[in-house]
Nanobody
Framework: QVQLVESGGGWVQAGGSLRLACVAS????????MGWFRQAPGKEREFVAA????????YYASSVKGRFTISRDNAKNTVYLQMNSLKPDDTAAYYC???????????????WGQGTQVTVSS
């Protein structure tokens, strides 16, 4: 069993920045790909970013590329999402996910965190 705990969400004005963190426990963190998804009210959960286990290859949704940066610290069992130049459209609950291979679809993720809310005001 894997436990994922997100933090770092909050309220920010458009153009601002936030950094999300997700701490994992229950597995050897470095063996697994990690990712971030988000879900806005009334919308489906969507892929945001992912990072592979060993090669540290990063993947981004086109809507966040150039503004968001995913990273991981295997010594701390933590994956981060640095979000810059935030827009009102980025408002959503953000979820951390773990998977055996990089997940860009929700059905590819094995475990989910409880989510952290990000609200961007115009």
């Amino acid at each position: 069993q894997v436990q994922l705990v997100e933090s770092g969400g909050g309220w920010v004005q458009a153009g601002g920045s936030l950094r999300l963190a997700c701490v994992a426990s229950g597995r050897t963190f470095s063996d697994y790909a990690m990712g971030w998804f988000r879900q806005a009210p009334g919308k489906e959960r969507e892929f945001v970013a992912a990072i592979s286990a060993y090669t540290m290859i990063k993947y981004y949704a086109s809507s966040v590329k150039g503004r968001f940066t995913i990273s991981r610290d295997n010594a701390k069992n933590t994956v981060y999402l640095q979000m810059n130049s935030l827009k009102p459209d980025d408002t959503a609950a953000y979820y951390c996910a773990v998977s055996n291979v990089v997940a860009t679809r929700t059905n590819e993720a094995e475990y989910w965190g409880q989510g952290t809310q990000v609200t961007v005001s115009s």
